[in-house]
């Protein structure tokens, strides 16, 4: 942008204010913030294995950090977590694994700032690994405090410490309440335990239409060409495989993958009610 702006400057002053000097420096100055922008090479299998144990281990870290940011860690915390845990799929390793770094993560002295910080270095320029893992904190606050009291002030210091924004936050937790609401209400209808993340997505006609546009952030009244490109940002942005080629560990897209039907439900959802 800044290539652009000087380049139009300079444009119309060489040009004495012509349209084409202006043209012209904008034409240049595009060339130049694309060659100032810097390109990330693909991730190596290595630095994948590294972001994989990275992520995993402050998933589990964190959780137990703001579970344990009122004092003590409830019952209620202590099953979300477990469940968090079987909705991810880990096998026995992996859930000692995740109890350690949870029991970690609750001590009074946790360096929260340096875990976050390492994060962000390590998963750098791979912004999508850190909406991911502050969604999965969220979805754990959800299920454990209903994100209320001291838990949702540790969730937004964690989205400050990851420089993410307030506003994505609040997106993030209505996305996930509603995903919450439909796995209670497919496992009411079919008599089985509600509530927890670990159950199969709902079918798409118990999304409300007005939560299908939540979910993909976009306005009600927008064009058909902008739902679709609003769909394909979120797609993008949640899709299991490109987390996993970005080092997202296998044990943890789970999230990803129900996240990225809850996306296609929305979607197909919309299409429907704008054919009708």
Not at 84 to 91: E, F, I, R
Not at 180 to 199: K, P, T
Not at 207 to 222: C, K, R
């Amino acid at each position: 942008m800044t290539g652009k702006i000087v380049g139009a400057i300079l444009g119309l002053l060489l040009l004495r204010g012509s349209p084409w000097g202006l043209l012209i420096g904008l034409i240049l100055g595009h060339f130049y913030d694309m060659s100032a922008t810097p390109r990330r090479r693909p991730t190596t299998t290595a630095e994948a294995l590294e972001i994989g144990v990275r992520i995993f281990r402050a998933t589990y870290e964190v959780m137990g950090y703001v579970a344990k940011s009122d004092g003590r860690v409830s019952e209620a915390e202590i099953a979300a977590a477990r469940e968090v845990m079987n909705y991810m799929k880990l096998n026995g390793a992996q859930i000692h694994a995740a109890i350690q770094h949870f029991t970690r993560g609750k001590n009074p002295d946790y360096d929260l700032e340096g875990t976050l910080r390492e994060l962000a270095e390590v998963c750098s320029h791979r912004p999508d690994l850190l909406r991911h893992f502050l969604e999965i904190q969220v979805s754990a606050a959800l299920q454990g405090v209903d994100m209320q009291g001291p838990a949702r002030t540790a969730i937004l210091k964690v989205a400050d410490l990851l420089d993410i924004s307030r506003l994505e936050v609040a997106h993030m937790e209505a996305v996930l309440r509603i995903q919450r609401e439909a796995f209670r209400a497919r496992a009411r209808n079919s008599g089985g335990f509600g509530g927890g993340a670990g159950g199969q997505p709902p079918p798409r006609q118990g999304m409300q239409l007005s939560a299908a546009y939540q979910i993909l952030e976009v306005d009600p009244n927008a064009a058909d060409a902008d739902v679709a490109k609003a769909y394909r940002r979120q797609l993008s942005k949640h899709h299991p495989d490109k987390l996993k080629a970005n080092g997202m560990p296998d044990s943890m897209l789970e999230h990803a993958k129900q996240r990225t039907q809850q996306i296609i439900e929305a979607y197909e959802l919309i299409k429907a009610a704008r054919t009708q």
